[in-house]
């Protein structure tokens, strides 16, 4: 698949979606991490246990 993004088009009309809850990003979400664990993180990575982890810190 090919495409292309123009950040400072796409990531407004993004937010805006995202935030009149039409757009659910929460759901992409696999799990999160503590900085402190990001090791496993990237553990859970590289064995496909998880597609989208985000770091909080």
């Given at each position: ?7 400072k088009v796409d ?47």
């Amino acid at each position: 698949m090919y495409g292309n993004a123009n950040f400072k088009v796409d990531m407004p009309n993004l937010l805006e979606l995202y935030m009149a809850k039409r757009l659910d990003l929460d759901a992409m979400i696999s799990r999160t991490y503590t900085i402190d664990e990001v090791p496993q993180a990237f553990e859970d990575l590289q064995a496909g246990r998880n597609a989208r982890g985000v770091i909080l810190f």
